[in-house]
């Protein structure tokens, strides 16, 4: 399985991105996937999951400003942010995994540790 994030960048507060991760090698009949960032010394968090029907999990940070998307496809995972804060500031990772029931979409929104794919990251600095 290979992830490819792209769409980061730096912008100031109240500015919007959107980041895209393409993937290939994984099978399409059941998965979950999604959006995970990791600050400079903090634990990797969960920003927001979607699974192949489209049921999708946020985190409260990103509620309200961030929309994840998919376009089967296209094989790409989408995240759109808005008003984007200072604390938003963050690697943020793709990553996959293979079972993709509504449960598991929100479990592993807050247990990232347990998602088996992940891409190599792009950077989203957000400067007030």
């Known amino acids: 399985v290979q992830l490819v994030e792209s769409g980061g960048g730096s912008v100031q507060a109240g500015g919007s991105l959107r980041l895209s991760c393409v993937a290939s090698?994984?099978?399409?009949?059941?998965?979950?996937w999604g959006w995970f960032r990791q600050a400079p010394g903090k634990e990797r968090e969960g920003v927001a999951t979607?699974?192949?029907?489209?049921?999708?999990a946020y985190a409260d940070s990103a509620k309200g400003r961030f929309h994840i998307s998919q376009d089967i496809s296209q094989r790409t995972l989408y995240l759109q942010m808005t008003n984007l804060k200072p604390e938003d500031t963050a690697t943020y990772y793709c990553?996959?995994?293979?079972?993709?029931?509504?449960?598991?979409?929100?479990?592993?929104?807050?247990?990232?540790?347990?998602?088996?794919?992940w891409g190599q990251g792009t950077q989203v600095t957000v400067s007030s």
């Open positions: 990553a996959q995994e293979g079972s993709g029931s509504t449960w598991y979409t929100s479990y592993l929104l807050e247990n990232p540790r347990k998602l088996a794919y």
């Open positions: 090698g994984f099978s399409y009949s059941s998965y979950v």
């Open positions: 979607l699974n192949k029907d489209g049921y999708t």
